[in-house]
């Protein structure tokens, strides 16, 4: 009798630990075929992200009790035409997210490897969400013009981030993530910013920064450049006619005197076709303080649902790259200062699990 006492004693604890804790695997696969052309190359491609980037994670989550719980979160990309890992590849590592938490009706804190927030600022006012190779506002990233400037970054190892409730209108959302250099300058790879903003639909505002220094702890320099940039975005949605607007504003600057400050204007639109189709619309311009040189980009796409799971896209991509400018999108190659546009036409396909 003790012992089928004991035996049942344990087999309800272990039934109490699978209710308060889960594990889930979740993952999405996308590749589109595409004919690309920049200049006088022109190319057939196989590639992956047309709609997202491809990836394979693992979450969980722990109740402790008394409104409080801890997570984490493991998130590998990879290519699905090769099979090799991404960020940076070939190899299969951790590298777009790996975090450890808790959340308390107070907010959350994580711990690791993450989006910035200002990566968050962007992507709510990005009618392609901005992990997609076809989003304009991609032209976040690049420094044609800027030599010397630290590129934007979405993601930030060595993080430690607050955030507010979800349930909250008002939000917040703040981190630092260490260089953890020793010598000659401690704040050498130093990245910190945030956001602050409001989101009740149909609105979505909000304003962001960030901020890093330049070198590592790998190659730390005596006195490390700032690169800052700073966003404000917002979008609002009209379900009464299947529309949703969105529009950004991005500047960068660096503290050395020699780099320019550059401009980026970001506007879209989705427009529910059907229930299960949408039409998207998005366009950046980005200029360059005291240059001639400049870019013009936009993407036509559309998106049928096949499921909730699945969905079928096509997307027409333009590049116009002004007065010997050399930025590029998509993963398409461009020859330094050669003023060649870039034009991508693609269909794909998406499924999440």
Known sequence: MKKTATAALALAACALASAQSTVSVYGTLDLYVAHARSGPASSTRLEDGGQTASRIGFRGTEDLGGGLGAHFTLESGFAPDTGNGTLPGPAM????????GFSAPWGQIDAGRMYTPMFYALFKADPYGLNSVFSPINLVAATDAQPGLTPFAARASNMVRYRT?????FFADLAYAPGESSAPSHQSGNVYG????????PYYIAYAFQRARSGSAAAPVASPATTTYQALTGSYELPSIGLQLYASYVRNASSLPHVPTAKLVNLGATYNVTPASNLIFGATQRKVAESERSQLAWTLGYDYYLSKRTV???????LLNRHGASASLATIPVIANSGNDVRVLATGIRHNF
């Open 93 to 100: 590592s951790f590298s777009r997210q790996s975090f450890v």
């Open 194 to 201: 945030g956001n602050i903003g409001w989101a009740r639909k």
């Open 312 to 318: 079928v896209y096509a997307r027409w991509l333009r």
């Open 165 to 169: 409730p979800a349930s909250m209108a």
